[in-house]
C-alpha cells in the first residue's frame, strides 16, 4: 500500500497540470478571503477565523475539480491499464489513490487556510470582533479531504473527467440552489453539505434555521463523512465490478 | 533480482490459460482456450483481428474477466503476486503512459509502485535505447519510442515472464532487431515471453513456440519447428505466413 501511495503521490507531482492544479486549488481560499475582507464583505461582529473561511466554496469547487480527473483521468488517457498490471490488487489500487489525493488535498487545505488566515489577520485588525477560533479552521481540511474522497470516487464511476467534474459541482452547488425543492430535508442536506458544516463548525455564519443541521455541528460533520464514505464504497464496487 | 524464470518466490514462471471462455452480451469471444507458455521459450501468440489475442493477453493479466477457466502465472493468479512488475512485464499498448509526463517520470511512478530502486529506471531507459528522450514528454514522442517505452516499462522489473502486444507496430528496421536480440536474449535467460503480432517473418525468426486463436478457439498450439514442417511425411519447411493462413483460412 505504501508503495503504490507514493507511486500515486509521484503521478501527480509529474503531471505538471495535476500539481498546478492543486496549487491553484490551494490559492482559492486566500484569494477569496482576500477580496472579501478587504473590500470590507465582512460582517463587523465576525471574527478573522471566519473571516479566512469565506472562501471555502471556492476551495471546496476547486480541489473537488481537481480530485474528480485523478481517477477519471486515467480511463480518458488510458493509462489506467498501466496502474491495473503495475498494481494488480483493485483495493490497493483504489485505496492508494484515495489517500494520496486526500493527502495532497489536505496538505493543500491546511496551508490555504493558514494563509488566509494570515491574509485576514494582515487585511483586519482582530479589533472587537477577535480573532476567533484558529483551531476551527480544521473544519476546512475536513471538508475539503472528504470533497476530495468523493471527488476521486465520482471519478472512477463515470470513467470521465467532464462527467466527475460535473457532478462533483452539481453536488456542491445545487442543494442550496435548490433548497425550496428538498422540503424538510432541505436542513439535513444543506446543512451537512460541506461548505455549511464549516460555517457551522467555525460559527458565526449566521446561518438560517433551514440550513442548519437540526442535530448539531459535529453530527454534520460525521454526516457529510458519512455520505463520503458511501460514495468511496460505490467507487470500489464499480472498481472491482468492471476492473476487477 | 529474480531468478530468471521464476517468480520471486521460485515458482517456475510458465503461464496457463486453462479453458478460458469469455462471452460478452451473448457473444462468445473466447471459447474454451488453453495453452501454456513455458520459461525458456519464445512463444507466439498469432490470430487474426478479433480473433481473442488481445483479450486472452489481458484476462492473463486480470484486465478482462473471463465468464468461466482461468489463467495462472508461475502456479496462481496475477493479482496475487506480491510485486507484479518482477513477475510479469506487460506492454498492452503503446499509449499505456501520460502523454504530459516524462519517459522517466513514468517508469519512476511504475518502479516506485512496486518498491524497485531507482537505479532500475535508468537501467530500462538505457535497455530501451531511450536514454537521450528520457526527459521528453511521451505526447511529443513517436510511435515507435513510445513501442521502446512501453518495453522499458515491462521490463523495468526484471521479470520472469514477459507479455507483449503488437509490440513491432511502429518500430523501424533498427528497433525490430532490436527487439530480436532482447527478446532472444530474455528467453535464453529462462525467461517466458509471450508474443502477440503480425509480423509473420519476425515471428518465424524468433519464436520456439506457436499457438494461433481464431473466432476465440484455439487452432493450433505446437512448437514453431513442428508447426513449419506440413507433415510427418513432409519434412520440407513452408514459411510461416503460408502455414498461419492455411490455418486462419484466409488463402
Do not use: C
Not at chain 1, 7 to 20: D, F, H, M, N
Not at chain 1, 199 to 207: D, N, S, W, Y
Not at chain 2, 1 to 26: C, H, L, N, R, W
Amino acid at each position: 500500500m505504501t508503495f503504490a501511495w507514493r507511486s500515486e503521490l509521484l503521478k501527480i507531482a509529474t503531471v505538471r497540470g495535476q500539481w498546478v492544479s492543486a496549487l491553484l486549488a490551494t490559492a482559492a481560499i486566500p484569494v477569496i478571503s482576500f477580496l472579501v475582507v478587504s473590500t470590507g464583505g465582512l460582517g463587523s461582529g465576525e471574527s478573522s477565523t471566519r473571516g479566512a473561511a469565506t472562501g471555502t466554496l471556492a476551495g471546496l469547487l476547486a480541489f473537488g475539480a481537481w480530485s474528480a480527473t485523478i481517477a477519471a483521468g486515467e480511463y480518458a488517457q488510458g493509462t489506467m491499464v498501466t496502474s491495473l498490471t503495475t498494481v494488480p490488487r483493485r483495493l490497493t489500487l483504489y485505496g492508494a489513490k484515495l489517500s494520496a489525493t486526500a493527502t495532497v488535498a489536505g496538505a493543500g487545505a491546511l496551508l490555504s487556510a493558514i494563509i488566509a488566515w494570515l491574509v485576514v489577520l494582515g487585511v483586519r485588525a482582530p479589533g472587537p470582533y477577535g480573532l476567533g477560533d484558529p483551531a476551527s479552521l480544521a473544519s476546512v481540511l475536513l471538508a475539503i479531504v472528504t470533497v476530495a474522497v468523493i471527488g476521486v470516487s465520482v471519478g472512477l464511476i463515470t470513467r470521465s473527467p467532464s462527467a466527475a467534474i460535473a457532478l462533483v459541482v452539481v453536488a456542491l452547488l445545487l442543494p442550496k440552489a435548490a433548497s425550496g425543492l428538498l422540503g424538510g430535508l432541505q436542513p439535513w442536506i444543506i446543512g451537512a453539505s460541506p461548505d455549511t458544516v464549516v460555517t457551522e463548525l467555525i460559527g458565526g455564519g449566521h446561518l438560517a434555521a433551514d440550513q442548519t443541521f437540526p442535530a448539531g455541528a459535529l453530527a454534520a460533520a460525521l454526516s457529510m463523512v458519512g455520505v463520503a464514505l458511501v460514495v468511496a464504497a460505490g467507487g470500489a464496487v464499480a472498481f472491482l465490478r468492471r476492473d476487477g | 533480482m529474480t531468478t530468471p524464470g521464476a517468480t520471486a518466490d521460485g515458482q517456475a514462471a510458465s503461464i496457463v490459460v486453462q479453458d478460458a471462455t469469455k462471452i460478452i452480451e451473448g457473444v462468445t469471444v473466447l471459447d474454451g482456450v488453453s495453452f501454456t507458455a513455458r520459461p525458456g521459450r519464445v512463444t507466439a501468440f498469432l490470430g487474426p483481428n478479433g480473433a481473442g489475442k488481445s483479450t486472452t493477453l489481458r484476462a492473463i493479466l486480470g484486465i478482462d474477466h473471463l465468464t468461466s477457466g482461468h489463467t495462472t502465472i508461475g502456479g496462481r493468479p496475477f493479482g496475487d503476486h506480491r510485486q507484479p512488475v518482477r513477475v510479469v512485464g506487460a506492454l498492452l499498448t503503446p499509449d499505456a503512459a501520460h502523454p504530459r509526463r516524462t519517459a522517466r517520470g513514468h517508469l519512476t511512478v511504475v518502479a516506485t509502485s512496486n518498491g524497485l530502486p531507482r537505479a532500475s529506471v535508468g537501467r530500462a531507459l538505457d535497455l530501451a535505447g531511450i536514454v537521450p528522450i528520457a526527459e521528453v514528454p511521451v505526447g511529443k514522442m513517436s510511435l515507435g519510442m513510445r513501442q521502446r517505452l512501453g518495453l522499458a516499462t515491462a521490463l523495468i522489473g526484471d521479470p520472469a515472464v514477459v507479455i507483449l502486444d503488437e509490440p513491432h507496430n511502429g518500430l523501424d528496421a533498427a528497433a525490430i532487431r532490436w527487439l530480436r536480440v532482447v527478446l532472444r536474449a530474455l528467453a535464453d535467460a529462462g525467461r517466458t515471453v509471450l508474443l502477440s503480432s503480425h509480423l509473420m517473418s519476425e515471428i518465424e525468426v524468433i519464436s520456439d513456440d506457436v499457438v494461433i486463436i481464431s473466432e476465440g478457439r484455439i487452432r493450433v498450439a505446437s512448437t514453431m519447428e513442428e508447426f513449419l514442417t506440413a507433415a510427418p511425411s513432409d519434412p520440407e519447411r513452408m514459411p510461416l505466413e503460408e502455414r498461419y493462413l492455411s490455418v486462419v483460412g484466409e488463402l
